[in-house]
């Protein structure tokens, strides 16, 4: 029963870490002065022209290495601070 006993708690501890690492990463972490300078460089790179949107978002998962699903959460987040605006497709400085 003590071997049972031992298992049992080393089974729950684990699990306890798969939820707990599950719910950590679905939560990504972003400062917005942080995010309108990656965004700032990303777009100057371009010299003021709009850049696609696909193109942004890699761009923008190599600045936070991050997933494709959590750089279109920070394009969000961008177009809700108003850093960026989308249109027809291409991403583009707010004015």
């Known amino acids: 029963m003590d071997k049972t006993f031992v298992f049992i708690i080393f089974l729950a501890v684990a699990i306890i ?6 719910l950590h990463k679905r939560h990504i972490h972003y400062n917005p002065d942080d995010l309108r300078k990656s965004v ?12 696609n ?7 923008l998962k190599r600045a936070y ?28 400085l707010k004015a």
């Open 17 to 22: 870490l798969v939820v707990f690492n599950y």
């Open 40 to 51: 700032q460089k990303i777009l100057e790179k371009q010299n003021g022209k709009p850049i």
């Open 53 to 59: 949107k696909a193109d942004f978002l890699i761009e």
């Open 65 to 92: 290495r991050c997933s494709h699903k959590e750089a279109n959460y920070l394009l969000g987040k961008a177009r809700e601070h108003g850093f960026v605006t989308l249109v027809d497709g291409e991403v583009r």
